[in-house]
């Protein structure tokens, strides 16, 4: 298996060019489908949330890390799981995980969600883990997401827990640094196939 990320010379862009670069790079990586992955994640991922209750997590899209065995593992061992919904007037907000049947896709272009209440960005004081999408993460936790800001905010919202992953392929985890601006959050941690990494931002927690 080809695990080479190349990404391209981002010198002399401005940041937000830079990203769009880098995010195009690893896109293309991951359309080319040169890897095969299942539930490679989920003995790493029950490791990072041992004895704890409540759980973010996500529902993946075709090209990202798969997190349907996942979320089943989370919630047979006890765990709360919550995911992202859209709330009320397209609002970025999260329900409670229920099983594979209860997921629906209610937007074109968007991974399946739970039905039930849709519960906003304050539920995450309540959240002992987050395990979160992205396209990228530096050793020193600098993040590569897909470019809406959403979960920078939700990083951003008081009192959430510095328990946080993101979940990558292997070649996404890098020795350079990613672009970032005043809205980014840095990562402690990148979940992998073959186990839990600590960034350089884990050093200041």
Not at 37 to 45: K, N, Q
Not at 110 to 115: K, M, Q, V
Not at 143 to 149: D, E, S
Request: glycine share 8%; aromatic share 8%; net charge negative.
């Amino acid at each position: 298996m080809n695990s080479e990320l190349r990404l391209p010379d981002t010198s002399g862009m401005e940041i937000e060019e830079a990203k769009q670069a880098i995010r195009a790079a690893i896109r293309d990586r991951r359309k080319a489908k040169a890897h095969v992955f299942s539930d490679e994640w989920v003995e790493p991922a029950l490791e990072f949330t041992y004895g704890l209750k409540t759980v973010a997590c996500y529902v993946s899209l075709d090209s990202e890390p798969p997190t349907s065995l996942l979320l089943d593992a989370l919630a047979d061992s006890g765990k709360t799981v919550f995911l992202p919904k859209l709330g009320p007037g397209l609002t970025r907000a999260w329900g409670e995980y229920r099983g594979r049947e209860d997921l629906a896709q209610l937007a074109p272009g968007r991974p399946p969600e739970p039905s039930g209440g849709a519960l906003t960005n304050d539920i995450l004081r309540s959240v002992d883990a987050m395990i979160i999408p992205g396209l990228a993460l530096s050793y020193a936790g600098q993040r590569m997401g897909q470019g809406g800001g959403w979960y920078d905010r939700a990083l951003k919202t008081s009192g959430v827990t510095h328990r946080v992953a993101q979940m990558i392929f292997p070649w996404e985890f890098v020795n350079v640094d990613l672009p970032q601006d005043e809205m980014d959050m840095l990562v402690p941690y990148a979940l992998l196939p073959d186990g839990l990494v600590a960034t350089r931002a884990a050093e200041n927690l």
